[in-house]
């Protein structure tokens, strides 16, 4: 029977396929029972899963040096040690063998008598340890059910899931899945944004499909309206090709412009960068005329693997970057790892609270030296084959860059020394992502030579507003005051010192966005070539001159609507 329900449109596309249904490995198990003849195996998968985490831990524990080795180890030594603890295992077997809970179920139950047990303790410190039991009973957990999650999509199909780590994006595309549902997510996530660099569709935010989707179920994606369809009938599929049929013609439409300059009506010329992070991507970023690589997620190589990318392997993925933009400038940001970016780095990120205030971007570039340090060396090898940038994440104060511009210099001098081409005068960038760098600009703006601003982030922290959570995508938008008005201070700052600013948050990429980000000054974009032409078409339909004779009532709108009608009236609409 047809079903429709609601999502957000986080990639856009059209997908029709079977779908794939990959419950949550959350521990809200329901109650199950199994039949005696099963205790056995069950108990034998549970300790599988068991030994696997061992294994896992024993894995983690020897890649950790130095100071790391002490701060985490000591952590998962604990986990082991609780792996381990006789009360934990023989509780667990019990609930199988003698109450015959699945392994699922079983974990729960014990998992609560000992949250139980620490919870009632006096001493704080004890009653803190429910989080390690939580950590290493959601480790079983997922272990338990990894063959299940390998075998998770198939070409031809459209998965539905709870959530889905960025790493697990690309292994989904390149297997030919057609699209992905998410329950959770938000179109600001890392997901979401390698799915729009691999025009994979996706729907976030759609909390009905794990209930109203079937595995096998016929169900039709709208990545553009976050539409979910199942069951579709006649209609339906015609509107789907339909669909299909506009978006190539729109596209066909579009490509027109691709070597047609980005100046407004009157005459100012806008710098369209891309952001790029495969070579396909570099590729349609040259081939549609951008201005250069306006932001190069390098932490994309640290995904999705166990061990940490060498110098030579880095050193060819940057050297690529530059060779494909034959001149055209390369800005290679340094590793930006942590928050929803640490699934499988190889770094063996401890656990942290508040992943999104930890130590993520430059502040783990300057604990990690070694990594930073390779990753410099691969970056300023690369300088000797074409122009480059350099760009810092979540810079939040000048020491940071003072730091990092120390430790360019050291390891260009020893470069050279061992006789590989390093350019001169490479330029040092900060992103302006974190409030404290946005307001504080004027006190750093002499260590910078160019900046671009991170929206994702700047929003997430200025409105306290997380970037991946659903529930608040309407709180979560640069149509606040605040932000408008905070990019109009970081914009000016930088224009009265004459130094480059762009802005690489979604927002760029965003042609709804593009007559606001010009009325504030803005020259530089960096967005996704997958959006770049539509940005191009915004940027000729406007007259640059008019849009800010408008500025004083922009930045007087008071909230998100005002805002909303100030961008409706500039583009024409009633
Ligand atoms: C941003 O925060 O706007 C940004 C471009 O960086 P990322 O999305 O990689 O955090
Ligand atoms: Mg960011």
Redesign the pocket.
Known sequence: MRRQFPGHGASRGNALGRARVRQPHALEVAEERIAPGQAAAEVARLHEAIDMVREELRDLRSRLHGALAHEVGEFLDLHALLLDDPELLQGLDGLIANELHGADFALRVQRDRLAAVFESMDDPYFRSRVEDIDHVIGRIHSALHRHDAQVTGVAGEILVSDSLAPSEVARLHARGVLGIVTAGGSMLSHTAILARSLHLPLVVGSPQALSLVNDGDVVMIDGATGLVIVDPDADDLRAHRERVREGKRERRQLHRLRREPSRTLDGVDIRLYANAETREDVAEAHALGAAGVGLYRTEFLFLQRNELPSEEEQFVAYRDLVLGMTGRTATIRTL?VGADKSDGSGLALPYEPNPALGVR?VRLALRRRDVFTTQLRAILRASGYGPIRILL??VAQREEVLAARRLLRTVAARLRREGHAVAEGIPLGA?I?VPAAAIALPAMIDLLDFMSI?T??LVQYLLAADRGNDALVDLHSPLHPAVVLLLHQVIGTARAHGKPVAVC?EMAGDAVFTPLLLALGLEEFSLHPGTLLEVRQAVRAQDLAGLRARLTELLRARDHAGIARWLARSTGEP
Do not use: K, L, T
């Open positions: 930006d971007g994440p979540m992103m992502e991170g994702n982030d948050g």
